[in-house]
C-alpha cells in the first residue's frame, strides 16, 4: 500500500506564500490522481486540486484558481500545492490524496480518493 506524506504547512500572513509537498512512498500508475483537500474548524473537507500523474489534468476549486498551482515532479515521486496570495479563509488542514483507480475526468470527490495522507496545518492571519 503507497502511504503519502505531506510537508510545509505553517503559519503566515495574509499575502505570503507557501508550498505544500506530497510524497508518495513509491510511483504509481501514471493515470491515478493526486488531490489536496481541506478541511477548517466546523466545516466539511473540500476540494482544493487534483492532478493526473502523468500531469495531461489538472482543476482547482474556484477560490482558489488564479492563487493556487499543483504541479509534480515524477522522478521524486511528489506533488506540489503552490499557494500565493493567501487570504485567511484558506486556513484549514490539507491533505493530499491519491487514486487508486483510472478516471477520465479529474476527480474531485473525496469518496473516489483511497490513500490519504495525515495532513498539514496551514493558518493565515489578518
Known amino acids: 500500500q503507497v502511504q503519502l506524506e505531506e510537508s510545509g504547512g505553517g503559519l503566515v500572513q495574509a499575502g505570503d506564500s507557501l508550498r505544500l509537498s506530497c510524497t508518495a512512498s513509491r510511483r504509481t500508475f501514471t493515470n491515478y490522481f493526486m488531490g489536496w483537500f481541506r478541511q477548517a474548524p466546523g466545516k466539511e473537507r473540500e476540494f482544493v486540486a487534483a492532478i493526473r500523474w502523468n500531469a495531461g489534468s489538472i482543476a482547482y476549486e474556484d477560490s482558489v484558481k488564479g492563487r493556487f498551482t499543483i504541479s509534480i515532479n515524477n522522478a521524486k515521486n511528489t506533488v506540489y500545492l503552490q499557494m500565493n496570495s493567501l487570504k485567511p479563509e484558506d486556513t484549514a488542514v490539507y491533505s493530499c490524496?491519491?487514486?487508486?483507480?483510472?478516471?477520465?475526468?479529474?476527480?474531485?470527490?473525496?469518496?473516489?480518493?483511497?490513500?490519504w495522507g495525515q495532513g498539514t496545518q496551514v493558518t493565515v492571519s489578518t
Open positions: 490524496a491519491l487514486t487508486t483507480r483510472e478516471s477520465a475526468a479529474v476527480p474531485i470527490n473525496q469518496n473516489d480518493y483511497t490513500v
